[in-house]
């Protein structure tokens, strides 16, 4: 029933593209991205494996974009988007047709953008293009596990999002996401700001993100609003009070090459339900480069440091070292061809899924969420292509 539904829903948007150019004022856009690669991990819960990998260079999705004007400057918009994976063809998440992004609102050049629905944070779509998981991909250049959500991990349902024009270089974003949980203020919502500053070739941003757990199930509710990507590296975190997550990034562009700082702080608070006792901290410093040596092909590296303050009976804070490459060979301006490397070294001590203090393991970008080397060291490399459309 699900791929019949499925079926349904594509056939629907390709119809609706077929009607659209008869509207003079609105248009609708079916688009999407399908990528696959051919992986090799040295180590996955003890094993090496060499799999096909979908989503790497970007997420394979398909979507309905569309805007009507109004008049007067303001137009109405949406955005449907489906996330799925190539190589089975089912839907990224199962009960969820517009898994990524579902959204409606209205735009205006002047007094800015309003949208609600699922989406994703400021926090995110501001600092997360200027980071290593936009640049080296969130798949192997993501920080340990995407722990600091500057991936697309992370998206808010029941949201309102305002986001301001560009005022001589500076935007402003803001989100608000509703618990829906009667006689529950703050209980399940979810709060994102951001900031950014465009002059030139230089780029900064800053973002802030806090995600409220229900206090009604041990672990992170998902009937909460938002939520977050759990791996070896915070699954001792996972039953959180609310995780609070601070981001800034910069870009200098020099020619052909760009060079990118980045800084997160993620603090998983105790209290509530949470399994454990203090609040943990974890802080990332990044750095990153990227050259576009000819207009077909393009590198990019990136290094960052992670470590977890000590609490909850560690001794020796975890430490993860990560080390992120990427080639891109574009064959036209829809497909590219590309190869990933990305290793990884931990240290020192976390908490477990059962709140026990273990030590700490490596796991790549967030491509390795569920597959965590059995060591303190992992090696991820991808060959792969990815087609817009």
């Given at each position: ?69 109004l008049g ?9 988007q ?104 703050g ?49 001792g ?5 609310a ?34 006792a ?9 750095a ?19 470590m ?82």
């Amino acid at each position: 029933m699900k791929k019949h539904a499925t079926l349904r829903a594509f056939l629907l948007a390709a119809a609706i593209c077929e009607v659209a150019p008869v509207q003079a004022q609105s248009n609708v856009t079916l688009y999407g991205v399908v990528d696959d690669a051919i992986s090799y991990v040295n180590n996955q819960n003890g094993s090496s494996n060499v799999y096909l990998r979908q989503g790497n260079l970007y997420a394979s999705k398909f979507g309905l974009r569309g805007n009507e004007e109004l008049g007067g400057g303001t137009r109405a918009i949406f955005d449907l988007q489906a996330g799925f994976d190539a190589n089975t063809g089912a839907a990224s998440s199962a009960g969820l047709l517009f898994n990524r992004q579902a959204y409606v609102g209205l735009a205006n050049d002047t007094y800015g953008t309003l949208t609600m629905g699922r989406q994703y944070t400021p926090y995110m779509l501001f600092v997360g293009p200027l980071a290593s998981s936009s640049w080296l991909t969130g798949a192997t250049g993501a920080h340990p596990g995407d722990y600091d959500s500057l991936d697309t991990t992370v998206r808010i349902n029941n949201a309102l999002t305002y986001t301001s024009p560009v005022f001589k270089g500076v935007s402003a974003s803001v989100l608000y996401g509703f618990s829906g949980i009667a006689g529950s203020l703050g209980a399940g919502q979810s709060l994102s700001a951001a900031l950014r500053y465009t002059a030139g070739p230089l780029s900064v941003a800053a973002g802030y993100l806090r995600l409220n757990n229900t206090g009604r199930t041990q672990n992170f509710d998902p009937n909460a609003s938002g939520s977050f990507a759990v791996s070896a590296v915070n699954r001792g975190y996972a039953s959180a009070r609310a995780v609070q997550n601070i981001a800034a990034a910069g870009n200098y562009t020099l020619g052909d090459f760009t060079f990118g700082l980045n800084y997160t702080n993620v603090q998983y608070l105790a209290g509530g339900s949470a399994a454990f006792a203090n609040t943990a901290v974890f802080n990332t410093y990044g750095a990153l480069a990227a050259w576009r040596a000819t207009p077909a092909f393009d590198f990019a590296g990136a290094f960052s440091y992670t470590m977890a303050a000590k609490a909850n009976g560690i001794a020796n804070a975890a430490r993860y070292q990560q080390y992120s490459l990427r080639e891109s060979w574009h064959l036209s301006k829809r497909t590219t061809l590309y190869a990933l490397q990305a290793y990884q070294r931990a240290s020192g001590q976390t908490l477990g899924a059962s709140g026990a203090v273990t030590g700490a393991v490596a796991t790549v970008g967030d491509s390795q969420n569920a597959t965590p080397s059995s060591t303190n060291a992992q090696f991820v490399g991808m060959a792969g292509i990815s087609v817009l459309f």
